[in-house]
């Protein structure tokens, strides 16, 4: 088994003094936040307690899409395809971003009914949409043996390649005169006046005038110990790849058993869709209430799961000194093992709808932890209890293909400009007050 490789990025060798902004998390949508910045000329430092792309965003599918998402997405999911066009060019960096197209099908009445409601979704937002019969599908997919009622094309959306889109944006914004700092963990932030005034890391002071936390699955931890109730839960995926080989799709495809997707390299990204592996954590039990909606709405693709997660949310720190070592240094990367039985399942479906892959090589195989909202939308919203710091987290599985317009719109917040796009279904009030009550 071996684990996901990410184009690695060096961290800078000192820490700055002081700059305007300060992104925490060097995933996909902090390094957007973070180029984007940079590039409308504020004083960035983008800091990663690991190394950039070291969880999700360096194991996700890799697809580009708005066709499928929650209707608050669609205008991010529209904003950020028009950013990709773009990244290569402005960063300076491969991304491996291309329209290679995606595709949907339905076997069952209730993917059926699934299909529809996004061809409706894709219609009202004015996307292009394409239904395919069982015929046409035939034609798009030669040589294959799908077993499906309709199915749905958008032929604008693509792919990336995620072990280069982040490191690029990285490298973009050091460029254009961020520094990106890795290995580094944030500890705390100080306020003045109840105003964000600066970062404490593990390797000194950076004094600022915004914060964007962008830390994926440790958001929660992160904002806790500030006295931020944010409700983030994780869920397991696993994927592989194989290596190159012909016969396979042209374009991302999902169905009710798997989702693959050519890679740039020649070889395909392969998971199993289907329900989610929910870690049962010390957190499920204290953010029950707010799941319950969400829990019983998707009972039949959710899956509890325990794990070592739990030992490790009980040992883990909630709340810590600005001076301790913090357990973002305890823990520099999530890492967990691939579920196997899942990864084989989801292979055998694709070796039997694809005949060509049955003599795939499998290269990697990989776990990977999702942060998910009751809602399964993000959070991408200034606190107002503590003006200049901005939440960009809880992505639930989505943050990918949206991430470099989530991120510019966090940078847009933080810097208080106009947004390319309403922010109000992303603010964090929708589950409540944000401040806890008293620090528990």
């Known amino acids: 088994m071996m684990r996901p490789y990410a184009d690695k990025v060096e961290s800078d060798p000192s820490v700055p003094a002081a700059v305007d902004i300060v992104v925490i998390g060097g995933g996909i949508v902090g390094c957007s936040a973070a180029f984007w910045a940079a590039e409308q000329g504020h004083r960035v430092a983008l800091i990663e307690k690991g190394r950039i792309a070291g969880e999700q965003s360096s194991r996700n599918w890799g697809w580009v899409r708005r066709m499928g998402r929650a209707v608050a997405e669609y205008p991010l999911g529209i904003e950020s395809l028009r950013i990709w066009d773009t990244l290569a060019q402005r960063t300076g960096h491969d991304t491996g971003f291309c329209r290679t197209g995606v595709v949907y099908t339905a076997q069952t009445d209730a993917e059926m009914a699934w299909i529809e409601t996004v061809r409706r979704d894709a219609q009202t937002f004015g996307l292009a949409a394409q239904s395919l019969t069982p015929a046409q599908l035939s034609d798009r997919f030669e040589g294959a043996s799908l077993t499906a009622r309709a199915g749905l094309y958008t032929e604008d959306d693509g792919r990336a390649e995620p072990a280069l889109a982040a490191p690029a944006l990285a490298r973009g914004a050091r460029t254009k005169g961020a520094t990106v700092l890795t290995g580094c963990a944030v500890r705390s932030i100080e306020t003045k006046a109840g105003t964000v005034s600066a970062v404490i890391t593990e390797r000194g002071r950076i004094a600022c005038n915004a914060v964007i936390v962008a830390g994926g699955a440790w958001s929660r931890l992160f904002l806790g110990n500030l006295g931020i109730d944010f409700p983030q839960l994780r869920v397991r995926g696993s994927a592989m790849r194989t290596a190159p080989i012909k016969g396979g799709p042209a374009h991302a495809l999902g169905n009710g058993a798997f989702g693959i997707r050519p ?178």
């Open 263 to 440: 890679r740039l390299d020649g070889g395909y990204t392969i998971a199993q869709r289907g329900r989610s592996k929910v870690q049962i954590t010390p957190d499920s039990f204290r953010l029950f209430g707010k799941y319950l909606g969400s829990l019983r709405e998707n009972r039949g693709e959710i899956s509890l799961t325990v794990d070592r997660s739990m030992w490790d949310g009980l040992v883990t720190p909630r709340h810590w000194q600005p001076d301790e070592i913090s357990p973002f240094e305890k823990c520099r990367v999530l890492d967990p093992e691939p579920q196997e039985a899942a990864l084989a399942k989801a292979m055998r479906a694709v070796q039997a709808a694809f005949p060509a892959l049955k003599q795939a090589t499998i290269t990697e195989r990989w776990g990977g932890i999702i942060d998910v909202t009751p809602d399964a939308v993000p959070v991408i919203d200034p606190v107002d209890e503590i003006p200049g710091l901005v939440i960009a987290s809880g992505f639930s599985g989505h943050g990918f293909g949206i991430g470099p317009a989530a991120g510019q719109l966090a940078g847009e917040l933080a810097t208080g400009v106009p947004t390319l796009v309403d922010p109000t279904p992303f603010r964090l009030d929708r589950f409540g007050g944000a401040m806890l009550k008293a620090a528990e």
